[in-house]
C-alpha cells in the first residue's frame, strides 16, 4: 500500500495521465517483456498514472517493433556520427519462421546493429516521452479552455433569455 497507495497513480488529472504517456511511452522501447514492468516502475516513482503507463506500452508490438527498432538505428547513427553504409546489418526475416521464432530472430537483429541501436533506442525512448507528456498536456488544456468558453457562452445566452410569464 504505501508504494501504490499514491491518489496520482489512479486518478485522472492533467499531469498524471500525461506523466503516465510519457512513463508508457519511455517503457515500450525497453527490450523484451520488461516493457509494462518498467512502465509501471516508472509511474510509481514519478507517481503517475498507473493505468495509462502500462497501457502506453502497448504501442510496440510485433508489427511496430521493427519500424521503430530501425528508427532508433537511424537516430543513434545519426548521434554517433556512424557511416551506416559501411556498417551494414543483417536484415530482419520472418519468412518461414513461425510465431514463437520472432524473439530470437529479433535478437539477432538488434545485435547486429550494435552501437547505433544502443545508444539510439534511450535517445528515441526519451525523445517520445517527452513529447507524449507535451502532447498530452498541450491537448488537455486545449480541451478545458474550449470546455470553459462553452459554459460561459451557455450561461450568458441563459442570462439573455427572457423568462416568459403567463
Known amino acids: 500500500k504505501p508504494w501504490l497507495g499514491h491518489h496520482n ?12 504517456v510519457a512513463a508508457g511511452l519511455f517503457g515500450g522501447l525497453i527490450p523484451g517483456p520488461l516493457q509494462i514492468i518498467t512502465a509501471v516502475i516508472l509511474s510509481i516513482v514519478f507517481r503517475v498514472n498507473l493505468p495509462v503507463a502500462a497501457l502506453t506500452t502497448l ?4 508489427l ?3 519500424p521503430l527498432y530501425y528508427l532508433a538505428y537511424r537516430l543513434g547513427a545519426l548521434v554517433t556520427l556512424t557511416d551506416i553504409q559501411n556498417h551494414a546489418p543483417t536484415t530482419f526475416s520472418m519468412a518461414g519462421k513461425g510465431w514463437t521464432d520472432w524473439i ?8 547486429s546493429l550494435g552501437k547505433p541501436l544502443a545508444v539510439g533506442l534511450p535517445v528515441l525512448a526519451m525523445t517520445l516521452a517527452v513529447l507524449g507528456y507535451l502532447l498530452v498536456d498541450h491537448a488537455w488544456r486545449i480541451y478545458v479552455r474550449l470546455a470553459w468558453q462553452r459554459r460561459g457562452k451557455r450561461r450568458a445566452h441563459d ?3 427572457i423568462p416568459q410569464t403567463v
Do not use: E, K
Open 9 to 20: 497513480l489512479w486518478h485522472l488529472h492533467r499531469r498524471s495521465v500525461a506523466g503516465g
Open 59 to 62: 504501442y510496440t508490438n510485433p
Open 64 to 66: 511496430t517493433i521493427v
Open 104 to 111: 530470437p530472430a529479433l535478437i539477432d537483429w538488434m545485435l
Open 159 to 161: 442570462a439573455l433569455r
